[in-house]
Structure formats: structure tokens, C-alpha cells
């Protein structure tokens, strides 16, 4: 195998890098938009997954214009 070393990451570490509790960050695991892994009872992360995650998640531009009222609404 390669010499990759895979940095790994408790459930309070990727909580706590996302801004999240570990609630949301379970409920990201399991509708698998998020992989993690189970050794016994302890649940791991990959650094790197977290960090494709994160830059998946990335918002495009104009596309939360459904979140803040449309200009017509600021003319009233």
C-alpha cells in the first residue's frame, strides 16, 4: 500500500470544525452525505472526506435568492 497516513476524527472534532452539534453531524452520516466509519462502539471520520464535504457544500452564487424577499417587495 501507499504511504498515505488517514487522519482521523472523532464525531466531536468534525462537529466542532463543521460549527455543528453532534446531533446534525450524525444526521449527515446517516443520510450518507457524509461517510464515517464504526470500529466497536467508536465512530471515525477522515480528515479528507471532511474537507470534500465541506468543499461540496460550497454555496454557488444566486442561488438564496428564495431566502431574502425579492426587490419588488423593498419598493412597497
Known amino acids: 500500500m501507499g504511504g498515505d497516513q488517514i487522519s482521523w476524527l472523532s464525531t ?3 462537529a466542532a470544525q463543521l460549527g455543528i452539534t453532534k446531533r446534525t453531524l450524525y444526521r449527515i452520516i446517516d443520510t450518507g452525505q457524509l461517510p464515517a466509519y464504526r470500529f466497536g462502539r467508536v465512530i471515525r471520520l477522515q480528515q479528507r472526506e471532511l474537507h470534500e464535504f465541506i468543499e461540496a457544500s460550497r454555496i454557488v452564487p444566486g442561488t ?3 431566502l431574502y424577499p425579492a426587490a419588488e417587495d423593498d419598493e412597497r
Do not use: F, M, S
Open 12 to 14: 466531536d472534532a468534525a
Open 64 to 66: 438564496l435568492a428564495h
